[in-house]
């Protein structure tokens, strides 16, 4: 099954950045809502954020509000995570989806497809 790929995950000192990608290519990608979510050591899989077809409606997590922005270009079938301001909690795996359909949920039950994840690291 053709999946999404994640990138750009790292050990970032606390107040740093990090730009996340996930490529999309095989996947009708413009077609679909798409989400980003997170799973610390011994915690569940938690939302992160998600973007509509278009791009134009996200929807964040309060914990990220104001610190992560998503977006996605279409014509490269590539969803993005900058995230800014990081802290220690932020420190996860992070995973992007693809959505069963147009709506941006903030579940797991929205998404179908999931990549492997990448590593994110945030040092005190």
């Known amino acids: 099954q053709v999946q999404p790929v994640e990138s750009g995950g790292g050990l970032v000192q606390a107040g740093g950045s990090l730009r996340l990608s996930c490529a999309a290519s095989?996947?009708?990608?413009?077609?679909?809502?798409m989400g980003w979510f997170r799973r610390a050591p011994g915690k569940e899989r938690e939302f992160v954020a998600s973007i509509s077809r278009s791009g134009d409606a996200t929807y964040y997590a309060n914990s990220v509000k104001g610190r992560f922005s998503i977006s996605r270009d279409n014509a490269k079938n590539t969803l993005y995570l900058q995230m800014n301001s990081l802290k220690p909690e932020d420190t996860a795996l992070y995973y992007c989806a693809k959505g069963r359909g147009v709506v941006i949920g903030a579940t797991p039950a929205f998404y179908d497809i999931w990549g492997p994840g990448t590593q994110v690291t945030v040092s005190s």
């Open positions: 095989g996947l009708p990608f413009s077609s679909y809502a």
